[in-house]
């Protein structure tokens, strides 16, 4: 499992938009953010924030990646019914889950099963985790993120 001051697992994801990105040499600022599932209520509102943001983050040099074990062709559906601006990976095999110790065990009504905590991480472009946010309430949570991105500077 990662943490701050830890560099980033040297994995390559390719994204929604085509593009393919090395999480542990970003190049410039990472932000990737873990959700559960797509088109559910609380992932569409932050993947809609970070929507609503993307021109912000991209002014601050910083690219925003979102990841869940969906498969892209729901991924493509999902970026399409909500005109998402943010690049989506599917991590179906949870090589990048499970390198950043986001596929957890969880509870509802009292029955334990594995699944995605919500968590955000900002890695520098040397690949270097600089914050990380882990269940993360989706309320406020792209703005915040967006300031930490601004004080990297």
């Known amino acids: 499992m990662v943490e701050v001051g830890s560099k980033a697992p ?5 994204l929604s938009d085509g593009t393919s990105l090395d999480i542990g040499k970003p190049g410039s600022p990472l932000v990737i953010y873990f959700y ?4 559910t209520t609380g992932c569409t509102r932050e993947a809609q924030d970070f929507t609503a943001l ?7 040099g910083t690219r925003v990646v979102g990841v869940s074990r969906d498969p892209m062709k729901k ?23 499970d390198a950043f110790g ?30 990380e946010w882990r269940k993360v309430k989706v309320a406020g ?11 990297l500077g």
């Open 10 to 14: 040297a994995i390559s994801a390719t």
């Open 36 to 39: 559960p599932k797509d088109d």
């Open 54 to 60: 993307a021109a912000d983050f991209a002014r601050a």
């Open 75 to 97: 991924h493509d559906k999902f970026i399409a019914k909500y005109d998402l601006a943010v690049p989506l990976a599917s991590d179906e095999d949870g090589a990048i889950s």
């Open 102 to 131: 986001t596929w957890v065990e969880k509870s509802m009504y009292g029955r334990k099963y594995m699944g995605m905590e919500r968590s955000t991480f900002l890695i520098a472009a040397d690949g270097t985790i600089v914050r």
């Open 141 to 151: 949570h792209a703005a915040e993120v967006l300031e930490a991105t601004r004080a």
